[in-house]
Nanobody, 123 residues
Framework: QVQMVESGGGLVQAGGSLRLSCTASERTLILSRYAMGWFRQAPGKEREFLTTISGTGGSTYYEDSVKGRFAISRDNTKNTVYLQMNSLAPEDTAVYYC??????????????WGQGTQVTVVS
């Protein structure tokens, strides 16, 4: 119903860090009502689920591909969800997307997809 808006991507060296941000295209969508997830999609590949945070931010879930390196968080006073990415590697290169989730920790994406933000990691 409401598109997500992602930002914060860029070009980084392997081993570097980025912090992505996610909000809604209309501020009337209160993201705190939803668990939120991050996904990524590399060219020619399926969209990959990465991580979810509960509505309050009290619980998080990570897939093995990013566990220990990425951290999802949220600031509901700013209606914003974050993805802190550390120890980035070239295989992390993808377009990163966020979305509201129907359930925690592994529901289905609830909202319309935004354009995502490009993360490129070079050796």
């Amino acid at each position: 119903q409401v598109q997500m808006v992602e930002s914060g991507g860029g070009l980084v060296q392997a081993g570097g860090s980025l912090r992505l941000s996610c909000t809604a295209s209309e501020r009337t969508l209160i993201l705190s009502r939803y668990a939120m997830g991050w996904f990524r999609q590399a060219p020619g590949k399926e969209r990959e689920f990465l991580t979810t945070i509960s509505g309050t931010g009290g619980s998080t879930y990570y897939e093995d591909s990013v566990k220990g390196r990425f951290a999802i968080s949220r600031d509901n006073t700013k209606n914003t969800v974050y993805l802190q990415m550390n120890s980035l590697a070239p295989e992390d290169t993808a377009v990163y997307y966020c979305n509201a989730m129907s359930a925690y920790p592994r529901g289905f994406p609830y909202g319309y997809w935004g354009q995502g933000t490009q993360v490129t990691v070079v050796s």
